[in-house]
């Protein structure tokens, strides 16, 4: 009877000890990030480990990093997402709008286990993590492309009229592929004119404003040819659909999709621990499985097969890829973008 007793009191004394923890665990955090795909392996390589750890449940906000921020600066006084997946150059936007928090150290220790390069500083605070490189090629349905593009001139081809897809500006992408072209064309510098009159040329079946929109012009058939992320174009590959991906002799350029914590957010805690599953050697092995991005944590080993869909192939690394320098790129932005409206958009 004593020891029953006991038992009881030592039972309720537990409880009471760990009533107040859990009281302030949040039932779910809100994460956002990108449609398709990408989000699919989101959900399965950070979501569901984490929500399996620690009982908190995910609720996706899907939307390109450009949406996403337009969000967050829209909630910045009450925000309703606690951590934001947003691609480079929108990454530095989202800090320069001061919706971002610093990542701390104490509160997410896999921070240490990253590549230098995929830690993003403020002075001395980081203010964003990289999860994963990918790179922009040439995609082609391998049916009705004979042969395979070796050029980003290619797209000009009399033969690929209204079969063409690019990037607009409403992806993270749009704005330095323009500048991309300009400097493969040899543009004079700081003058976009000739490149956009060369863009205005081209006979596009659509601009697309996210990863989603040019796998499904590929898909559809809407388009046999264009730009496209080696993500979305492996993963139509991987599905049996005729398409190719190539890296043109001049080059393709690459950036990564980085997480970031939402300044203000209630659940500061909760959205610092799921940045930290996110950082795993696991999440990444499977990030670089699902999504062929190139891992941004040390040591990471992975299939041959996934190697050779790597944005630096099987045996690059990320000193291998073509990175922007993302303040020169954001400095431009707002002219490239009503260049693109007045040129191409409306035409």
């Not at 795993?280 to 999504?291: D, H, M, V, Y």
């Not at 000193?319 to 260049?339: C, H, M, P, T, Y």
Request: glycine content about 8%.
């Amino acid at each position: 009877m004593h020891r029953t007793v006991r038992l009881a009191t030592a039972m309720l004394a537990t409880t009471l000890l760990t009533a107040p923890v859990l009281a302030q665990q949040p039932a779910s955090i809100t994460v956002a990030w990108y449609g398709g795909n990408w989000g699919d392996a989101f959900r399965a390589c950070v979501a569901e480990p984490f929500t399996k750890a620690t009982g908190i449940a995910v609720k996706a906000e899907i939307g390109t990093s450009t949406v996403t921020l337009s969000k967050l600066q829209q909630q910045k006084t009450a925000p309703t997402i606690d951590v934001a997946w947003m691609d480079g150059g929108i990454s530095e936007l989202a800090l320069v709008a001061d919706v971002t928090d610093t990542l701390d150290a104490a509160a997410i220790p896999h921070l240490a286990n990253m590549l230098p390069e995929a830690l993003y500083k403020s002075g001395s605070t980081t203010y964003a993590v990289g999860t994963g490189y990918y790179s922009l090629g040439l995609t082609y349905n391998t049916q009705k492309v004979k042969t395979a593009p070796t050029s980003w001139n290619d797209l000009w081809k009399p033969e690929f009229e209204d079969a063409v897809t690019i990037p607009s500006p409403a992806n993270s992408s749009g704005v330095p592929f323009v500048m991309f072209l300009q400097k493969i064309w040899g543009g004079p510098a700081g003058d976009l004119a000739p490149t956009f009159k060369k863009i205005k040329e081209l006979k596009a079946a659509l601009f697309f404003d996210s990863s989603g929109a040019a796998t499904n012009a590929y898909q559809s058939g809407e388009a046999i040819i264009g730009a496209h992320f080696n993500v979305g174009a492996w993963d139509l590959a991987d599905k049996g659909l005729p398409i190719g991906f190539v890296v043109p002799k001049e080059g393709a350029w690459a950036t990564d999709a980085r997480l970031h914590l939402v300044k203000g957010t209630a659940k500061k805690d909760a959205a610092a621990t799921f940045i930290n599953q996110a950082l795993t050697p696991e999440a990444s092995g499977c990030l670089a499985e699902k999504l062929y991005l190139g891992p941004s944590v040390k040591n990471v080993a992975v299939k041959p097969e996934t190697a050779r869909k790597l944005p630096w192939g099987e045996t690059g690394s990320v000193k291998s890829l073509q990175l922007f320098d993302w303040s020169e790129i954001n400095a431009l932005r707002s002219g490239v973008v009503d260049a693109w409206n007045r040129e191409i958009a409306r035409k």
